[in-house]
Structure formats: structure tokens, C-alpha cells
């Protein structure tokens, strides 16, 4: 599949798909030092910086899928004690969704995101992966997507649940590990640890993205004429 990125940050997930054999075109990252990482950790080059610049050029153009994950501080708890570095951006969004055609569309946010006929799940990466990881991510989707079934289920304590990989609860070697992207320290050295902790805690962990991953190439057409 050919599939358009939003806001790669570091390319996590970006980098879960490209593995599974697909085409990711990375459409635009904001911050300066995630698209120097996304380009060692996934290679390929940006469409451009600011998602206000991606329509025009995309306009016409035809991808199996849309994936993303938008900068979310606007959308976040802790707006309540520190400015957003950026506004909302799901009206730029809504704009990119527009201005091309698409077959579907995936986007992950701490919050669900407003976007007509779109549906919208709360998943937890403990239920998809070992070790176990407590955090919750909300994914707002096409109506023709299905949400990865539970791999593992239980509570936090069934699962023992180690805390999200944020911040600066866990080095990135350790967070790396944690969430399932060991390949990740290869930037270490090249990047502060800052960066990469921060890079760790906008992407999606690995199981839970290959689940998606296997869910969508379940059920959309051009996989299975593929496969």
C-alpha cells in the first residue's frame, strides 16, 4: 500500500509499516531534529516542514491510506499548566484529507479527534505486546477500518503493567527496549537523550502498531490483491 504520513515525528510507526513491505510517503514533520531522525531511522526526505503547506501538493493525488499522529499539547492535560507549543491542528488535517484521495485513514491522538462519519476507539498497548506497556492512545478512523483485537487481556495488575514510556521515567535505552523498538538506540550518540526520550514518547508502540497493521491488510482490498 501507499500510504501518506502526517507529523512523522521520529517515523516509529511510520517504520512498523515499512517493514511490513509497504510505501510510506512521509508528508511533513514540524520539528527540525525528528525529521534529521526520521531520515536516519526510515530514510526518505519530508514533502515539506508545515502541514499547512502539504494540500497544494497532494492535491490530485490518490493513496491507499492516511496515517498520523498530529502534535497534541493543545489536546493534553497538561495545557492546564503550560502553553501549547502549537494550536490545534486538526482544521490543517481536515485540509490534507480534502485535498487528495484515500481508500483510508488512521490517526492517533491522547484525545479523539472531531471528524465527521470518522469512528473513534480507546486501546491500551498492554492488551497488544509483552512486556506489558499501561498506556492509552485514542485512534480516530475511516469507517471501514476495525480495531485490532486484544491480544492479551486483563488489567494493569493481571498484566503487570509497567508505566508509559514518557519522559524521563525511563533512559532511552531502556524506554527503546521497553516499547518494542530496540532498533531505535542506533541514533543513539547522534542525538541527545532528551530528543530520543521525547521521540519515544510521541511514537506508537510496536506491538500495537503491528496489530493495526495486520488488521488493515485483513481487510482492504488492495492488500489482499497483493498478497
Known sequence: ???LSLCTSAGLWDRAWIEAGHQIIPGCEIMPHKRAMYEVFCG???MCHDLADLPPMIRGHHFDGIIGGIPCQSRSKLRAIREAKFPDLL????????????DWCLLENVSPLDIPAFSKSRLNAMHYAQPHQSRERWF???PNLTPPRRIFEGDVDDLLAYSVVA???YGPKRGS??????EFMSLAGAFPCVQMQEALADGVPRG?????????EATQ???QATA
Open 1 to 3: 500500500m501507499k500510504i
Open 221 to 223: 482490498p488492495s492488500t
Open 44 to 46: 526518505g526526505t519530508h
Open 167 to 169: 519522559g524521563r521515567i
Open 208 to 216: 500495537l502498531a503491528d496489530a493495526w497493521i495486520r488488521s488493515i
Open 140 to 142: 480516530t478512523f475511516s
Open 177 to 182: 527496549r521497553l516499547q518494542g523498538w530496540p
Open 91 to 102: 482544521p490543517l488535517t481536515m485540509a490534507v484529507l480534502n485535498a487528495c484521495t484515500w
